[in-house]
């Protein structure tokens, strides 16, 4: 089968999972985010994998999980036959699901413990907001994952009714008088701090890095959650920033190494050799 009708099968398959139903669900589950975490991170681990899963096959592939947290994602993506690593500031949060940390590494986003072009796909969820320089780990990014290989990025817009995450959408009036207001009504702060551990993440700078980076190159760029029909968002600047709600930006690295690029820890058969 030629690209050009790979491409196209692609698209067909991710429109017909893209579905309205599908949209709802994720919605329900993540109603009850905070009672029932098990059933939303759950179901969007599997979610991710499916998506994932539109653009490139996993069985054999090393994927890196940025900010990979609780094992969710690390069961989703091995059922599919990844090598899967997952990094995170705090190790211990990798048992909040019961997966076990061997074969995780603990580091910093912007400063990834992995060697140049060692990964065949760097994904990250909504992690790309809690980053004080976000271009820093998009660039880590690229320069992990090999030539031809794919990052998968999302992350909530600051605009976006859940911008705010628990402060929502009491930051629409600002990100400090958010935080206080929280802290007022529940007695203590916020996990997500403003410009501490929350940090006003826009599409339109996102887009604007991914189409200056010398080392990628743009498949997609849509809300996450929507029905396919409603990609047409991410056209709209300023609009998009509020309805888009998660923003998903998929590249394909190209071989231009990134200016500065070194070599890091390695893995290998998605392990890690320190």
């Given at each position: 089968?030629?690209?050009a009708?790979e491409?196209?099968?692609?698209r067909?398959?991710?429109?017909r999972y893209?579905?309205?139903?599908r949209?709802?669900?994720?919605?329900?589950?993540?109603?009850v985010?905070?009672?029932d975490?098990?059933?939303?991170?759950?179901?969007?681990?599997?979610?991710?994998?499916r998506?994932?899963?539109?653009?490139?096959?996993?069985?054999?592939?090393t994927?890196?999980?940025?900010g990979g947290?609780p094992?969710?994602?690390?069961?989703?993506?091995?059922?599919?036959?990844?090598?899967?690593?997952?990094?995170?500031p705090?190790?211990g949060?990798f048992?909040?699901?019961?997966?076990?940390?061997?074969g995780?590494?603990?580091?910093?986003?912007t400063?990834?413990?992995?060697?140049t072009?060692?990964?065949?796909?760097?994904?990250?969820?909504?992690?790309?907001?809690?980053?004080?320089?976000p271009e820093?780990?998009?660039?880590?990014?690229?320069r992990?994952?090999?030539p031809?290989g794919?990052?998968?990025?999302?992350f909530?817009?600051?605009?976006?009714?859940?911008?705010?995450?628990?402060?929502?959408?009491?930051?629409?009036?600002?990100?400090?008088?958010?935080?206080?207001?929280?802290?007022?009504?529940?007695?203590?702060p916020?996990?997500?701090?403003?410009?501490?551990?929350?940090?006003?993440?826009?599409?339109?700078?996102?887009l604007?890095?991914?189409?200056?980076?010398a080392?990628?190159?743009?498949?997609?760029?849509l809300?996450?959650?929507?029905?396919?029909w409603?990609?047409?968002?991410?056209?709209l600047?300023?609009?998009?920033?509020?309805?888009?709600?998660?923003?998903?930006?998929?590249l394909?690295?190209?071989?231009?190494?990134?200016?500065?690029?070194?070599?890091k820890?390695?893995?290998?058969g998605?392990?890690?050799?320190?």
């Amino acid at each position: 089968m030629s690209a050009a009708h790979e491409g196209a099968a692609g698209r067909a398959a991710r429109r017909r999972y893209a579905t309205l139903g599908r949209s709802v669900a994720l919605f329900r589950a993540f109603l009850v985010e905070q009672s029932d975490p098990d059933r939303f991170y759950g179901l969007l681990a599997e979610d991710s994998v499916r998506q994932v899963a539109g653009y490139t096959g996993l069985a054999g592939r090393t994927v890196l999980d940025v900010g990979g947290g609780p094992g969710y994602f690390a069961a989703a993506f091995r059922a599919a036959g990844a090598h899967y690593v997952g990094l995170d500031p705090d190790v211990g949060d990798f048992s909040a699901a019961g997966e076990s940390v061997a074969g995780m590494l603990r580091g910093s986003g912007t400063a990834l413990p992995v060697r140049t072009a060692g990964v065949d796909v760097a994904f990250s969820s909504n992690v790309l907001e809690h980053v004080p320089t976000p271009e820093r780990m998009l660039d880590e990014m690229v320069r992990v994952t090999r030539p031809g290989g794919l990052l998968f990025v999302s992350f909530t817009p600051w605009l976006s009714p859940w911008g705010g995450h628990e402060t929502a959408p009491w930051h629409y009036l600002g990100g400090d008088r958010a935080r206080r207001r929280y802290q007022r009504r529940t007695g203590r702060p916020p996990k997500n701090r403003y410009r501490e551990t929350l940090f006003p993440t826009s599409i339109g700078a996102t887009l604007r890095w991914a189409r200056g980076c010398a080392g990628v190159e743009v498949l997609d760029a849509l809300p996450r959650y929507h029905p396919w029909w409603g990609r047409w968002v991410i056209r709209l600047p300023g609009i998009r920033e509020v309805v888009a709600w998660n923003f998903l930006l998929v590249l394909r690295r190209t071989g231009t190494e990134p200016a500065g690029a070194a070599e890091k820890t390695e893995l290998t058969g998605g392990r890690v050799a320190m």
